[in-house]
């Protein structure tokens, strides 16, 4: 490995913590109504809205309020997309001509970016119209992202208040991230995007004559805008099949850099508003800790198979040097672990290589990245309620050792708090496996294998596992726009994503009503290293009582037998 690339790999997680901290500290501001650098801007256009809609800002809900409007507004996005695209053939915006999407892969594609997926098991630039990209994909793009991260906010209010009985108010929340999170951003990355060459427009395919003297169709649209998008939000859905790895969509390595750094930048902040609303700074550095360590363990792991090539040509005295198969020339192997590693970290799902192309260590990496439930930073928001499950699940524990009511950020945690992180933390992990025996066990599910073995058992996993963690990303092996495929994921992305979100709003409303207990010397400190590393232990030992049976028939295996020279 290169000195180069070892500084990539070093500096970009010190990049990272270093603009997440202000960030963070800036998002805390955004949600609890102070004053911000944009407020002479967005404020006039945030009153009008309130006005436009009747919205009280003054009016603060309960949690099972706040949960009923989160639902609705996704229930009428995902019905919204899903008959757009049944009527895209009708409707202006589409120089291709392109008609209905078929019914499954609407109802698919409309579930999956409704609940923040973006698993795509369609071609995009062969199948939606440049109006269903922009006013259903791009518009559910910046709505899921933003019910995942008003969702923590809900959950972190639910810690800080005393004796209430209201978490806030899910429209303003919305608003407000949009209008001075999202949008700002989306901006600033979009306008970069486009003067590096990442395409901006609405005219219609280009017609070019090859070397060969052949005619070929190169397609184009509407792309900054939905690139900027889907990774400030770690929503992750292409404009292209191919995804950031497509010229168009990520054309250098400042784009791609870019790129990586937006899908992490607010799910790593997060944990810096946790401890600025709170004012328990030294808890949100804690958390990111957390986070930061099982980032880096597997960014480790990662680039040292993929920098050390194929086992197969090393055996067969082949000098390999670096793992370059599905890999872009312009990234080479460091960016390209860089982006897999930290797309599946987060609940992202944007790639800039092929997963399928990875040796097996590799993608047990991204497997088990997105199997423990997308707490590694994981989605914006739902990232951070994962890790709050895991938290609880911790001091659960410590209170057993120590003999005392577990704590945690001055509540106590009782029966209802530890039931609902127990489910916000197993459900996904059940559905998974669940869902990958009825596929493994049925020849609909098998059909659809571009691999035998065990690498085909690791893309009907990793599929599963995209699918219920809302990440979206796949192994490129399986064929997934199937009747099957395609009605299973979507029934996996909206209970892995309700299952996370609602759950948290019951703990949220909880702990609101709670008093705030006094530390004192028999206070498990959960601002230390002690707890960073218990929260650490407990995420990876949960992970691997779970799925290391399935992992060691998929990914585990398959490294076994490349080594002695038997493929798939």
Sequence with gaps: MTTGNWLCLILFPLILTILAYPMGVYMARVFSGERTFLTPVVAPVERFLYRLFAVDPNEEMSW???????????????????????????????????GSVRWDTALN??????????WQSYSGEQTMSYLTQMLGITVQNFASAAIGIVAVIAVIRGFVRKSAAVIGNF????????????????MVLSLILVSQGVVQTLSPSIEVKTLEGSRQLIAVGPVASQAAIKQIGTNGGGFFNANSSHPFENPTPLTDFLEVLGLLLIAAALPFTLGAMSKKRRQGFAIFAAMLILYLAGLGVFAWTEMRGSPLLEKAGIASGMNMEGKETRFGVVNSVLFAQSTTATSCGAVNN???????????????????????????????????????????????MIGRTPEFMGKKLELLEMAMA???????????????????????????????GPHG?????????????????????????????????????????????????????NLAGKKIVPESVATFPTASPLFTFMLVAVVIVVGALTFFPVFTLGPLLEHLLLAIGKTF
């Design 64 to 98: 099972k309020t706040y949960a009923l409007c989160l639902v609705l507004l996704n229930v009428i996005g995902i019905v919204t997309l899903f008959c757009l695209q049944l009527i895209q053939g009708w409707l202006p915006f589409n120089p291709q001509k392109f």
């Design 109 to 118: 594609a409309a579930i999956s970016f409704g609940t923040n997926t973006n």
């Design 171 to 186: 429209w303003v929340d919305l608003t407000r991230c949009v209008l001075y999170v999202l949008l700002p951003l989306v």
């Design 354 to 400: 092929m997963h399928d192309s990875l040796l097996p260590l590799s993608g047990l990496v991204l497997l088990f990245n997105m199997a423990i439930g997308e707490v590694i930073f994981g989605g914006v928001g739902t990232g951070l309620i994962g890790m709050l499950s895991y938290a609880i699940l911790t001091m659960f524990l410590a209170g057993l």
């Design 422 to 452: 127990v489910v916000i933390i197993v459900t996904p992990a059940i559905l998974q496996l669940i869902l990958s025996s009825v596929a493994v066990s049925t020849q609909a599910g098998v059909a659809s294998l571009g691999n035998a």
């Design 457 to 509: 058992l690791s893309e009907i996993i990793y599929a599963f596992a995209s699918a219920s963690g809302n990440n979206g990303s796949a192994f490129a092996g399986l064929n997934a726009n199937t009747i099957f495929y395609n009605l299973l994921t979507a029934l996996a992305m909206l209970i892995g994503r309700f299952s996370t979100i609602i759950p948290a709003l019951v703990i949220a409303g």
